[in-house]
C-alpha cells in the first residue's frame, strides 16, 4: 500500500503562484509514474501533468492547456512530488489530486483545493 498526502493547494488571485506537494508514505519512483490531476465541479477528472518512473526515465508530459505555465517534478530522497503553477487563471480552480501508478497497483491522495479568484 501506498499512501499519498497533497498540500499546498488554497486560494491565489489571476496571474499568481501556488506549488502543490505530494508526500508519498515510502520509496516509489524508482518503479511508480506520479501524476497530478484536476476536477472542477461538474466535469471529469483530467491529467494535468505527470512524470514517468526513474527506471522509465522520468520524462514530463503536460496537458495542453497548462503547457508553459505548470511544472511537474519530485525529489527522490524526501518520496514528494511537486507542482509549481505559475500564471493561474480562474479555470484552473479545481480540486488538484497526486496520483501513483505502476502496472495494475493506483494510488490516488485525497486532493487539495485551488481556487483562482480576484
Known amino acids: 500500500q501506498v499512501q499519498l498526502v497533497e498540500s499546498g493547494g488554497g486560494l491565489v488571485q489571476p496571474g499568481g503562484s501556488l506549488r502543490l506537494s505530494c508526500a508519498a508514505s515510502?520509496?516509489?519512483?524508482?518503479?511508480?509514474?506520479m501524476g497530478w490531476y484536476r476536477q472542477a465541479p461538474g466535469k471529469q477528472r483530467e491529467l494535468v501533468a505527470d512524470?514517468?518512473?526513474?527506471?522509465?526515465?522520468?520524462?514530463?508530459n503536460y496537458a495542453d492547456s497548462v503547457k508553459g505555465r505548470f511544472t511537474i517534478s519530485r525529489d527522490n530522497a524526501k518520496n514528494t512530488v511537486y507542482l509549481q503553477m505559475n500564471s493561474l487563471k480562474p479555470e484552473d480552480t479545481a480540486v488538484y489530486y497526486c496520483?501513483?501508478?505502476?502496472?495494475?497497483?493506483?494510488?490516488w491522495g485525497q486532493g487539495t483545493q485551488v481556487t483562482v479568484s480576484s
Open positions: 496520483n501513483a501508478n505502476f502496472r495494475r497497483d493506483n494510488y
Open positions: 515510502r520509496s516509489i519512483f524508482s518503479l511508480y509514474a
Open positions: 512524470i514517468t518512473s526513474i527506471i522509465s526515465g522520468g520524462s514530463t
